[in-house]
């Protein structure tokens, strides 16, 4: 079974700032893992996922996150925020083995950017 | 990227009218698509898994009698909300996996805003 925890529904940032959104998992076997972006009144886009090999995973829109097995982490980081980052986040979790099955989504973080 | 629509995108019913939602993959075969439902400022609940040619299977406190799931082509699921009620008025996402690859991505309609009156 697995699992999903973001720690801060809500983020605020000043525009330029480092965007650092966390994402703690639980899983029984290897996870696959995903962080989403949603737009209101949008359905969920990728961001970026991890699911083999590197553990530094580059994503579309300057984001990037970190696979830390030892600290069951998948945290999500962005140098320098933009207006445009302001949405809702998602982070997700399947297992590796488990290919057909539901996402298990955490409750989300909003990130606020202000100029 | 893989493409999944939704139809319609905003619809407005009477109580205890029957509304149908369609999920489409357009550039790609799903064998399975989800179907989901967000309350505002919530995250997603997942509400059944469609499996294309079978039944579909729905998670626990989801009436499948009241939300009627059909996936007949490898391309189109359908969520009919049967006897809508007020309280049934939510966002409702669909999803879809890509048959042809092994990580479990899957990609996202971009929702359908049901309410009903």
């Known amino acids: 079974a697995q699992s999903v925890t973001q720690l801060g529904s809500h983020v605020s940032v000043s525009e330029g700032a480092l965007v650092l959104l966390r994402c703690n998992y639980s899983?029984?076997?290897?996870?696959?893992l995903f962080w989403y972006v949603q737009y209101p009144n949008q359905g969920l886009q990728l961001l970026l996922k991890y699911t083999t090999g590197a553990t530094l995973v580059k994503g579309i829109n300057g984001f990037e996150a970190e696979f830390k097995k030892s600290e069951t982490s998948f945290h999500l980081t962005k140098p320098s925020a933009h207006m445009s980052d302001a949405a809702e986040y998602f982070c997700a979790v399947s297992g590796a083995n488990q290919a057909g099955t539901a996402l298990i989504f955490g409750k989300g973080t909003t990130l606020s950017v202000s100029s | 990227g893989a493409v999944v629509s939704q139809h319609p995108s905003r619809v407005i019913c009477k109580s205890g009218t029957s509304v149908k939602i369609e999920c489409r993959s357009l550039d790609f075969q799903a064998t399975t698509m989800f179907w989901y439902r967000q309350f505002p400022k919530q995250s997603l609940m997942l509400m059944a898994t469609s499996n294309e040619g079978s039944k579909a299977t729905y998670e626990q406190g989801v009436e499948k009698d009241k939300f009627l799931i059909n996936h007949a082509s490898l391309t189109l699921s359908t969520l009919t909300v049967t006897s809508a009620h007020p309280e049934d008025s939510s966002f409702y996402i669909c999803?879809?996996?890509?048959?042809?690859?092994?990580?479990?991505?899957?990609?996202f309609g971009p929702g359908t805003r049901l309410t009903v009156l």
């Open positions: 899983s029984s076997v290897p996870p696959y």
């Open positions: 999803s879809a996996r890509d048959s042809g690859t092994g990580d479990n991505e899957q990609f």
